[in-house]
């Protein structure tokens, strides 16, 4: 089976809208890094972790990631895309739509997320 980045961001995509946090955080190298906006940088699959639990306690997260560009390159790959999905949570119902760009390492033959950064469009 052949397999892609897209493969991780696709994982990725099932793991939040089920809010499953070991399913999240298997598809993230150990040296990871999260750029997420106007926050510092989440660096570490334990902190990434840490992130995704307190996320997935606090929002019910719907999302749907679109590929608008998808490169490889030996065993480093890059998804550029946008983000459209919901959030709901104790301050309400809130509709998003972003941007991001993955970077991708392959490992032992499997598409892992090293590196993503994203924001909203408002």
């Known amino acids: 089976m052949p397999t892609s980045p897209s493969t991780a961001l696709a994982a990725l995509e099932r793991a ?5 946090l070991d399913a999240a955080v298997n598809w993230y ?13 989440v660096v570490g ?6 992130r995704y639990a307190d996320l997935f306690a606090r929002l019910k997260m719907s999302a749907r990631y679109e590929v608008d560009e998808e490169r490889t390159a030996g065993v480093f790959g890059s998804i ?19 941007k ?3 970077l991708c390492r392959k ?16």
């Open 16 to 20: 939040v809208q089920a809010s499953n």
């Open 80 to 98: 550029r895309g946008r983000m459209v999905g919901t959030r709901t949570g104790t301050a309400g119902f809130f509709e998003d739509q972003g």
């Open 107 to 122: 490992d032992r033959g499997r598409w892992l997320i090293a590196s993503l950064i994203w924001n909203a469009d408002r």
């Open 100 to 102: 991001f760009v993955m």
């Open 45 to 50: 699959k334990a902190a990434i972790r840490a």
């Open 29 to 41: 190298t150990d040296d990871a890094v999260l750029l997420p906006p106007g926050e510092p940088l």
